[in-house]
């Protein structure tokens, strides 16, 4: 196990704050907005894990402040029997970045009440200040069993001191009114339980402490989240380089949700109209993407049948694109259609 930072580094404890939610709640919305309200004088960090294989919200973050330092611990990056991969990150991030705060996005599928037992026990004590978690819910999901039933979505909710109702602009009077009736009865209370609008969180809710009685010491396992059962592919390592021509396609599954993930060398480009029509099709619980196309690079957020290709303001040193669905997915029939979108592909890919 990977020794903790070395007090010599912190000249006071780092705020630490978790960002946490369902899959498709608008996590990395959330982040994006907090990252441009960053205080100028602070430099900020963002630890991300992901279901996925290869990571996205790397990329979608990248860009977004100055002084923000990004890095992520895809979904198969961790070791059922081991929070390694959740260390090694948090050491470096602290080692190289020296951050001021530290914003943890667990991944959707994972249990944060294990990441807080992680970051308060002994081997972090003194190094971070863990400060209040901030749970994203879709209110519309109060009426999904598959929502609400599900244990990680619960631990979610338990663990939130700050409690968001995000996306609100879409909620109907019947949402509202279910809200209201759930949170009536949540004990003990969360600090805060605002409703939002593109992912609009208060920075002053950082701030907020945690309530009493949360987990707290080491806790076994993985940290982040149930490890994927391998496809018959094997991804390469996140931070190894592609090339310019490289088609990289993994496959898992985890906790009911299934995963397919690419990654593209920079060579690799998309017609945009093509590929929309490709994205236009895919109604899965989750779509999102860099990807170079023959208007510029784009990226993509979509959560079922919402969300477009939209502009990026900068480029990518490579193209990453990763669907998840709670049904099986035919990697090989996605693969073959979106293949057919390309426009330029290299010979050999």
């Not at 109060?142 to 244990?151: F, G, Q, Y």
């Not at 990453?320 to 979108?341: F, I, K, M, N, T």
Request: glycine fraction near 10%; aromatic fraction near 6%; charged fraction near 25%.
């Amino acid at each position: 196990m990977p020794a903790p930072p070395q007090r010599t580094f912190v000249s006071r404890p780092i705020p630490v704050n978790l960002i946490t939610g369902f899959l498709g709640v608008g996590k990395t919305t959330a982040i994006r907005h907090l990252l441009r309200l960053r205080p100028r004088t602070e430099r900020w960090a963002v630890l991300v894990n992901e279901f996925g294989e290869v990571g996205v919200d790397e990329s979608l973050l990248q860009g977004e402040a100055d002084a923000v330092a990004v890095r992520q611990v895809p979904g198969g990056c961790l070791c059922c029997v081991s929070s390694q991969a959740f260390s090694v990150g948090l050491n470096r991030l602290v080692r190289e970045q020296r951050p001021d705060r530290i914003l943890i996005e667990p991944t959707g599928l994972g249990h944060p009440d294990q990441v807080i037992a992680t970051l308060t026990g002994d081997r972090y004590r003194g190094v971070f200040d863990l400060r209040a978690t901030i749970t994203l819910v879709d209110a519309r999901h109060l009426s999904s069993p598959r929502h609400r039933e599900h244990a990680t979505w619960q631990d979610q909710v338990r663990v939130a001191d700050v409690l968001v109702a995000s996306k609100a602009d879409l909620y109907t009077e019947d949402d509202r009114q279910a809200w209201a009736r759930f949170t009536a009865r949540q004990q003990p209370a969360p600090h805060q339980i605002p409703m939002v609008v593109n992912g609009a969180l208060d920075p002053e809710w950082l701030n907020l402490p945690r309530r009493p009685g949360e987990a707290e010491g080491s806790a076994p396992g993985a940290v982040f989240g149930v490890p994927p059962e391998r496809g018959d592919d094997t991804p390469p390592a996140p931070d190894a380089p592609v090339a310019a021509g490289d088609w990289q396609r993994v496959e898992g599954r985890s906790d009911g949700f299934h995963s397919c993930s690419w990654r593209f060398g920079p060579g690799v480009c998309f017609d945009r109209k093509r590929l929309a029509r490709w994205i236009a099709a895919a109604n899965y619980d989750r779509v999102k993407g860099v990807l170079r196309t023959d208007d510029g690079w784009m990226q993509l957020n979509r959560v079922g049948a919402d969300g477009d290709l939209e502009p990026r303001a900068t480029g990518a040193s490579e193209g990453r694109l990763e669907v998840v669905h709670r049904e099986p997915l035919d990697g090989q029939a996605l693969d073959y259609r979106l293949r057919s979108a390309a426009r330029e592909l290299p010979e050999g890919a």
